[in-house]
C-alpha cells in the first residue's frame, strides 16, 4: 500500500482521538493503529487535520492470487471506522476479478465479494470496475455482453462497470488517493 | 493539480504496464499537471527498440511515445535504478531526467496525487 505524500502515516493522533468519540463502539475495533501512533508534524497544529477527509481507493490485485482486494478492505473499514468518507473504489488491472459472480472461494477462506458488498451496501459505497480491464478479462455487465454478442453477463450488480476517467475524477475530488497494487 | 505516476513494474509482464499508460494519458486529457517517474524494473519500459508482438503486446516504448502528445513531457528515472541495471540515458527512448533519491523524495512531495501500478 503506498499513500500520497502527506498521507494517512502522517496524521496526528488528535485526529483519531476526535473523530473516534462520535463512534466508540465501531472505533475501538477498526481504529488503524498506525494512524493512532503518529504525532503531529512539527509546527503544524492540530486543528487543520481536524477535518473529515474523502478518500478514493484504486484496488489492482486478483481477489483470488493476491492479498491487494483484502488489504483494501480492511483499510476501508478502518478508514470509515475513522470518521472519514470513501469517495469511490475503483477496481482497475487484476482487481476488476472482483466484481465476477461466478467466483466460488474455498468455505474455509473468506468471500471478500460478498464482504465487499455488504461493506458498500452499508456505508452507500460506489464500487466501480474498470470497462476496458474488465473487457479483456472477460467480466462482462449485461450492456457489454449484449455488444459483444457474449454467452453470459457476470458482473455482480453492485458494481459499475465505468471508464478510466471516474479514476482520475476520484483523483481529483479526493483529499487522499490510496493504490493497493497487485 | 499535480499527479506523479510511480512506475516500477517492467514492461511485459502481464498488463500491468500498458494499463497503467492507459491511465496516464487519461490523466492528460483531464488537463492535469502529469509527471511519470520510472523506477525499479519500471526503468526497462524506456528502452529502444522493443518489438512487443513477438510476446503478443502492444510495444511499450511505443505507447510512452504517446506521452509528449498529451503534454506530458516531465518525465523521471531514478539513477539507482538506471545503474543497477547498466542502463545508460542513450539506450532509452524518450528524453528523461535522472532523479537521485533525494530529487525523487522532492518530486513526490510536491505532488497532490501519487498513482502508481
Redesign the interface.
Known amino acids: 500500500m503506498?499513500a500520497?505524500?502527506g498521507g494517512v502515516a502522517e496524521w496526528p493522533k488528535a485526529l483519531v482521538l476526535k473523530t473516534s468519540e462520535g463512534r466508540p463502539s465501531e472505533s475501538s475495533n477498526l481504529s488503524p493503529s498506525a494512524i493512532s501512533m503518529q504525532s503531529s508534524p512539527p509546527g503544524v497544529s492540530y486543528d487543520c487535520y481536524r477535518r473529515i477527509m474523502m478518500f478514493c481507493l484504486?484496488v489492482?490485485g486478483d481477489p483470488a492470487s493476491s492479498q491487494s482486494v483484502h488489504s483494501a478492505l480492511q483499510f476501508a473499514k478502518a478508514t470509515v471506522a475513522s470518521g472519514h468518507e470513501i469517495y469511490r473504489v475503483f477496481f482497475?488491472?487484476?482487481g476488476v476479478r472482483i466484481a465476477d459472480c461466478n467466483q466460488v472461494p474455498p468455505q474455509d477462506e473468506s468471500n471478500l465479494l460478498q464482504q465487499w458488498i455488504e461493506f458498500a451496501e452499508e456505508h452507500s459505497l460506489e464500487l466501480t470496475v474498470c470497462i476496458?480491464?474488465a473487457l479483456?478479462r472477460g467480466v462482462l455487465n449485461e450492456d457489454e455482453r449484449a455488444r459483444y454478442e457474449r454467452v453470459a453477463a457476470n458482473v455482480y450488480p453492485a458494481f459499475s462497470v465505468v471508464?478510466?476517467?471516474q479514476?482520475?475524477?476520484a483523483?481529483?475530488s479526493c483529499d487522499r488517493?490510496i493504490?493497493f497494487?497487485? | 493539480?499535480r499527479?506523479l505516476y510511480?512506475l516500477r513494474r517492467p514492461p511485459y509482464s502481464?498488463?500491468?504496464a500498458a494499463?497503467a499508460i492507459?491511465?496516464i494519458l487519461?490523466?492528460g486529457?483531464?488537463d492535469?499537471r502529469v509527471s511519470v517517474l520510472f523506477k525499479d524494473d519500471g526503468v526497462l519500459q524506456l528502452l529502444k527498440d522493443q518489438q512487443g508482438q513477438l510476446l503478443g503486446h502492444r510495444s511499450v516504448n511505443k505507447m510512452l511515445a504517446a506521452l509528449p502528445e498529451y503534454e506530458i513531457e516531465e518525465l523521471f528515472v531514478c539513477a539507482r535504478s538506471l545503474a543497477e541495471r547498466a542502463l545508460s540515458l542513450d539506450q532509452l527512448s524518450l528524453p528523461v531526467q535522472v532523479l537521485d533519491e533525494v530529487g525523487q523524495q522532492t518530486l513526490?512531495?510536491a505532488?497532490?496525487?501519487?498513482?502508481?501500478?
Open positions: 503506498i500520497s505524500p484504486n489492482h482497475y488491472h487484476d476496458a480491464a479483456k471508464g478510466l476517467g479514476q482520475i475524477e483523483a481529483i488517493t493504490t497494487p497487485g | 493539480m499527479f510511480l502481464g498488463s500491468l494499463e492507459d491511465s487519461v490523466a486529457v483531464f492535469q513526490i512531495a505532488q497532490n496525487v501519487v498513482m502508481n501500478d
